[in-house]
C-alpha cells in the first residue's frame, strides 16, 4: 500500500488526498450546524459597562442624513406602532420573531423600541446566537423624539449651546419634527404631531446597503 | 479563536487594509505563477489548445472547498458569517456574455490584468485603461440600467440548499467533477497537440 502510493505521480497523490477527503465529507456533516461559540458572558457583560454596545440617537440621526447604509436598523415593537411612525429605513421585526429572522450575522444591527428594555432583550437573543454587530438605540424612540424630533432649548444656554441647539434645529426640520423653543413649550403634548412614516421597504428588494458589499474577481 | 477573523473582531477596519494588501500581493504572485500573467495562455483555454485556466481554476476551487468545508465541520469557520453573493438571474448572465467576450477579446479578466501590469506587459495596460473607461460609462449610465441591474432578485443560493442536497454530498460530488475535469484536460490537450503539432505552453 504505502509502495503504491509513494510511486504514483505527485498529480495523482493530490487526486487520491482529494477524493478520500470528498469521501470523508460525505459523513462529516453540515458546516453550517457544525459551529460551536461558546457564549462570552464576560465580553458581554464588559461591552455593557463601557457602553460599546449602545448608538446614540444623534449618531443616528447624522448616519441617516449622510445616507449612510452600513446598517440594518431593527423596530422591535408591533407592526400597529410600526405604522403610527418608525425612524426612517427602519424595518419592523417583533421581538418574538427576532430568533427566526432572516438577520445576517455579518450586518450591523441597531435594535429600537420604545426604551431600551425590549431592544436589550433582543440584544442578548442576538449576541447569544453569535451575532457580532449588534447595537442599541440608547433610549429607543422616546430618547428620538425628546432629542432629534422635538428638541428642547437649553435654559440658560451658553453661546456653543446655542450653536449646538441652531444645528439639532436644521435636524429636527429634517426628520419632520419640530424644535421646542420657549414659546412653542407652552403647546401642549397632543398638539405634537408626529411626522407621517415613509415609505418602507418591500420585502424581496435588496437592501441597498448590500451593493456595496459585493465582492468578488 | 474563531475565523473569519475580521468578522470575529481580531482587527479592525484599518488593519484589515493591510491584510487585504499582503494577500492580495500572494494572490498575485500565484496567478503569475501559475501563469496567467499571459494573454497567450489565458485566451488559448478558449480554445481549448491549453487547458492550463482550468486546470488552475479547478485546483483553487478544491483545495479551498475541502479546507473550507472541514474547517467549519470541526467549528473553526463560521460560514454563516462569509459573505455569499446574492443572486440576479438575467442581470448576471447578461453580465456573464459581456465579461466573456471581453475575456476572449481583450485576453484578460479583470484580476490577471492587473498581474499583467505588474509584469510589465503593455497590452495590459491599454486593458486597465478599457477597463476604467468602462467603469466610467457604467457608472454614468447606471441611473438608466438600475432597474434591470437590480431585477430578478432570488437571494442567496447555494447548490446544496436549492437541490435539497446534503452539503457533503455536494463537496463529493465536485471533487469528482474536478478530477473528471482534469483527465479530460489531459486527454483533450495531448489531442489537440498531435492534430496542431504544437507545443503546449
Do not use: H
Not at chain 1, 46 to 65: G, M
Amino acid at each position: 500500500m504505502k509502495k503504491f502510493f509513494s510511486n504514483l505521480s505527485l498529480n495523482k497523490k493530490l487526486a487520491l488526498i482529494a477524493i478520500s477527503l470528498g469521501l470523508v465529507a460525505l459523513i462529516a456533516g453540515d458546516p453550517y450546524g457544525g459551529t460551536t461559540i461558546k457564549v462570552n458572558e464576560k465580553s458581554i457583560a464588559l461591552s455593557t459597562v463601557n457602553n460599546s454596545d449602545k448608538i446614540s440617537v444623534n449618531e443616528l440621526a447624522d448616519w441617516i442624513i449622510k445616507n449612510k447604509s452600513d446598517f440594518e436598523l431593527i423596530d422591535l415593537r408591533n407592526e400597529e406602532k410600526f405604522n403610527e411612525y418608525s425612524i426612517p429605513n427602519a424595518r419592523n421585526i417583533p421581538l418574538v420573531q427576532i430568533p427566526s429572522s432572516d438577520l445576517l450575522r455579518n450586518q450591523k444591527i441597531i435594535l429600537f423600541s420604545d426604551d431600551n428594555l425590549e431592544a436589550a432583550q433582543g440584544w442578548f437573543i442576538l449576541k447569544s446566537k453569535n451575532y457580532k454587530g449588534v447595537y442599541i438605540l440608547d433610549g429607543g424612540l422616546n430618547a428620538w423624539k425628546e432629542k432629534i424630533l422635538f428638541p428642547k432649548a437649553p435654559v440658560n444656554a451658553s453661546k456653543d449651546q446655542l450653536a449646538e441647539f441652531e444645528k439639532m434645529k436644521e435636524i429636527a426640520k429634517f426628520f419632520g419634527g419640530q424644535a421646542q423653543t420657549d414659546n412653542s413649550i407652552e403647546q401642549t403634548k397632543q398638539e405634537i404631531k408626529l411626522p407621517t412614516p415613509t415609505v418602507n421597504k418591500q420585502k424581496n428588494v435588496p437592501p441597498t446597503g448590500k451593493k456595496k458589499k459585493r465582492e468578488g474577481c | 479563536m474563531n475565523a473569519p477573523f475580521f468578522k470575529f473582531d481580531y482587527f479592525n477596519s484599518d488593519v484589515s487594509l493591510i491584510i487585504a494588501f499582503v494577500i492580495g500581493i500572494a494572490f498575485g504572485i500565484a496567478l503569475e505563477k501559475g501563469g496567467f500573467g499571459r494573454a497567450t495562455i489565458l485566451a488559448s483555454q478558449f480554445y481549448f489548445t491549453n487547458m492550463r485556466v482550468l486546470k488552475v481554476m479547478f485546483t483553487a476551487i478544491v483545495t479551498a472547498m475541502l479546507g473550507l468545508y472541514f474547517l467549519s465541520v470541526i467549528g473553526f469557520v463560521d460560514l454563516s458569517l462569509v459573505y455569499l453573493t446574492q443572486t440576479n438571474l438575467l442581470p448576471m448572465a447578461v453580465g456573464g456574455v459581456i465579461a466573456g467576450l471581453g475575456f476572449i477579446i481583450g485576453g484578460y479578466c479583470p484580476g490577471t490584468s492587473m498581474v499583467a501590469v505588474a509584469t510589465g506587459k503593455l497590452d495590459a495596460l491599454v486593458f486597465v485603461v478599457g477597463m476604467i473607461f468602462g467603469i466610467l460609462v457604467f457608472g454614468e449610465m447606471f441611473p438608466w440600467i438600475e432597474e434591470f441591474f437590480n431585477s430578478g432578485y432570488r437571494g442567496t443560493i447555494t447548490i446544496p440548499s436549492y437541490f435539497n442536497l446534503s452539503y457533503g454530498l455536494v463537496v463529493f460530488l465536485v471533487v469528482l467533477m474536478a478530477i473528471g475535469a482534469f483527465a479530460a484536460a489531459e486527454w483533450g490537450e495531448k489531442k489537440m497537440a498531435a492534430k496542431t503539432g504544437k507545443e503546449i505552453l
